[in-house]
Each structure stands twice: as C-alpha cells, then as structure tokens.
C-alpha cells in the first residue's frame, strides 16, 4: 500500500477558527518608475560598452529567480548591446537548477518570461563547462563553454540576503559567476564547502573570474519589499563580489519584508517553489535555515510549526525546501520531481540535505492545517495562526482572531476585513483562497 493510501483516512481534529482577519503590511518601498531606462542608463554608466568593441560576441546570463521586469531588463540590456553593434545572446546562468539540462533551464528562462521573441536575442543553453582556475587551498572554478566561447560575458542578477549564510557578500552577482556559470559541476564542488566556502570563497572567486575569464561586469537589481524593482546598478567586474555589491546587499537587507509578529504558532504558506526562492520559501522570512551544525537564527520570528500547502505551477515540481515545512499536503506530495529535488540537494551538499526531507504528509489541506496546530505546543484554541500566499508576498496575510491585540498595536500593519476560512467537501480549501484543481 502506498504513502496515499495510508493516510487517506488519517485525521486528528483540532479546533480551526472559523473567520480570520485580512490584514495589510505596509513597508517603505522606493520604486524605479521607468524600468527599462534605469536599466538602459545603469548598462551605460557601468562603462562595459567601452571595454567591448563593435562585432563582439556576448554571453547575457539569467538565472533561475522570479526577478521583478526580468524580461523587460534584459530587453533594455540586450537593446543598449545592439546598439552598440554588440552581438549578444541570452545564457542560463542557475548552476543545476530546473533539473540541470539544458533544455530544462531554457524553458525555466520562457517561464519567467525570457525568450527569444521576448528579449530580441537568441537563447542558447549548455551544462558542459571548462576550468578556469582555481583559488587557493580551494576548489576549482568553472564556465559553461557557451559563455567562455563568446568575447565577453554580462550577467543579470537580483542582490538579496543568502538563505544559508550570512557575510558581506551573499546572493547577486558573484554567486552567479560562481555557481551559475559554474552549472551544475560548479554548484557542486562549492556546496562541497558548505556555509564556510559560500562565506570565503565568492569574493576571491570573483577575482579569479575577472583576471581570467570574459566577464566584463554585470546589471545588480534590488528589490522592496513588495517584490518590485528598487534599484538598478551597472558594476564592472571589478566590482563583483567587492564593496559595491556589498552596499548593495546592505540596501537589499533594509528594503526586505519580513512577518510582523514576534511569535507565530502556526504558519500556513500556501505555495513553495524555487520561483519564490532558492530554498522555496526564504529562510530569511521564516527564521529556519535547517543546516546541520549550523545554529538557527535568533533574531527572526519564532515560528512553531509550518504547513505548506502547494508547489508553484514555475517550480516544475521541484520541491526542494519543503524540508523547512513540519506539513504539507498529499497534493503538493504527488507534484515532487524527486529527480529535480535531489539533483538540487546533492549539487547543494550539506546545505540540501535537511531541506529535502519529506515532512509529514496529510491527505488535504485541512487535516494538514489541523496537524501543525496539534504539533504547535500551545492552547489550541488560542494559537496564534498565519496565512501567507508565500514569502514573497507579505503585503496581505490572514490572521487568526487571536492575534488581533497584536495586529491594532503595530504600525505597518490595518486590518481590512474579514474572510471565513472554509474548505469543500474534501477538505481542500476555498476561502481564503481557493486551492480546488
């Protein structure tokens, strides 16, 4: 008999509320009004055009992030090559994500909207790399023969904090030359280091790619909170993993949402997915990181359970993360790509291991809810619980009545309404969201 079949009549009933309160977070978000020229303008302040002669070939690499106006970036960044008489063309720069092929990396490109016709540039994709060097009483370096093979390479990344560790220089560009480039052979021998090589390694790394590789420098967007374009910085390469993107990473740091609640006992996240964030649902937004011989964060929320709910239709069924859940449903279950998964958790070593565990499995979404409230170790009846679409969207959440004291006395956050919370008659929910196929 299989997992499904076991627990279909599985239940432990604990008592729900019946409404929740909607509540509003408002966050200081500055916004770039024009997308497209802040990023045409950062491309010509960052001084690469005039390292690039007319006729030259170059290798653009995007990764695998949800990033706000990503193809309207890319767009403005391929326009400004163009017109420069610049040949470029579009790479995929994600390290071992969407299954490490080629053809799955193009296609996790087209669904955050990068395509040919989309962008004006080809897509060309590869996961064969060289060699490029080697640090110091470190590992080897690597490039994808795509992007070593043009005159120059220009990367496109989102500077934001790391969900593994913490140091001057997390995720942005130079983890992308690193790990993204580096494809999966790459990732891997990087992650082989665990939280040490990510914190020693990206900023001397960088330099060993700027004196010995093509890369010429690379577009850093910042976000705020709303998951909106911030900032957009061109930096030369000599920039990559230095102190320009280490002020950036301090901006990003500052803009960040986070959940306004000291203690939640139980938190509902209705999707995960590598769309959302590396780890599917941001470590820096939950307080777990989950990484063996590496203490938990203590000066984020503490959380006591967590129920996920779904996948991301744009994570293609990867459903690495779902180890930082203490529940998820049989839905979201019968969606993993276990090929994906663990291709993503051995190329992350030790970082993958925790996060790829399979949490407790409940046959709907109801009897998932209900299991995390059992497991929470409070008053049932009095729990603080949380839903959030996901961790990325913290401007709207449900809340339980509970936690309405809390809610009137903080200066982010309104209370907008009500909404029941509801599920059909097979326990999948339909208020406050509908999750029904």
């Known amino acids: ?177 690193v790990i993204g480039l580096g494809k999966q052979q790459g990732a891997a021998v990087m992650h082989a280091r665990g939280v040490y090589g990510l914190i020693h390694y990206m900023g001397p790394a960088a330099r060993v790619y700027e004196a010995q590789t093509n890369i010429v420098g690379g577009l850093a967007i910042v976000e705020n909170a709303y998951d909106q374009t911030a900032e957009i910085h061109g930096l030369p390469a000599c920039d990559i993993g230095a102190e ?63 129920a996920a709910l779904d996948l991301t239709e744009a994570t293609h069924g990867n459903a690495y993360g779902m180890g930082l859940a203490n529940v998820i449903t049989a839905r979201l279950a019968r969606q993993i790509d276990w090929k994906a998964v663990y291709t993503n958790a051995l190329t992350s070593g030790v970082l993958g291991m925790w996060r790829t565990s399979m949490p407790m499995t409940m046959a709907d979404d109801r009897r998932t809810i209900q299991a995390a409230l059992r497991g929470c170790g409070e008053e049932q009846e009095s729990a603080r619980i949380v839903f959030m679409r996901d961790t990325l969207t913290l401007d709207r959440l449900w809340v339980s009545p509970s936690l309405r004291p809390g809610v009137e006395a903080h200066p982010r956050l309104k209370i907008v309404g009500e909404r029941p919370l509801a599920f059909d008659a097979d326990g999948v929910m339909c208020s406050p969201w509908d999750l029904s196929p």
């Not at 009004?33 to 005039?50: N, Y």
């Not at 669904?111 to 590992?139: C, F, H, K, Y």
């Not at 990367?155 to 934001?160: G, Y």
């Not at 950036?248 to 203690?263: D, E, G, N, R, Y």
């Open 1 to 177: 008999m299989n997992l499904f079949a076991q627990i279909q009549d599985l239940h432990f009933p604990a008592p729900l509320p019946a409404t929740l309160l909607e509540i509003e977070q408002h966050f200081d978000a500055p916004r770039v009004a024009d997308v497209a020229a802040a990023a045409a303008r950062a491309v010509q302040e960052s001084g690469v055009l005039a390292k690039m002669p007319p006729g030259a070939s170059v290798a653009i690499g995007v990764g695998s992030r949800g990033i706000a106006n990503l193809p309207l970036i890319v767009q403005a960044v391929v326009a400004q090559f163009q017109a420069a008489g610049l040949h470029p063309f579009i790479t995929p720069a994600m390290g071992s994500h969407a299954g490490a092929t080629a053809e799955s990396q193009t296609e996790m490109l087209a669904n955050l909207g990068v395509t040919e016709t989309s962008v004006g540039a080809p897509i060309r994709a590869t996961m064969d790399v060289r060699q490029i060097g080697q640090l110091t009483d470190g590992p080897p370096l690597f490039q994808d023969l795509l992007s070593a093979g043009a005159d120059h390479t220009f990367l496109i990344a989102r500077i934001k904090p790391h969900t593994s560790f913490r140091s001057q220089i997390e995720s942005g560009l130079a983890k992308m030359l």
């Open 244 to 306: 320009r993107e280490a002020a950036l990473l301090v901006k990003a740091k500052a803009l960040m949402p986070s959940l306004p609640f000291p203690q939640i006992d139980v938190l509902v996240v209705r999707a995960l997915g590598k769309n959302i964030s590396g780890t599917g649902m941001d470590t820096n937004v939950i307080s777990r990181m989950k990484i063996p011989r590496q203490a938990e964060p203590s000066d984020g929320v503490d959380i006591a359970t967590i």
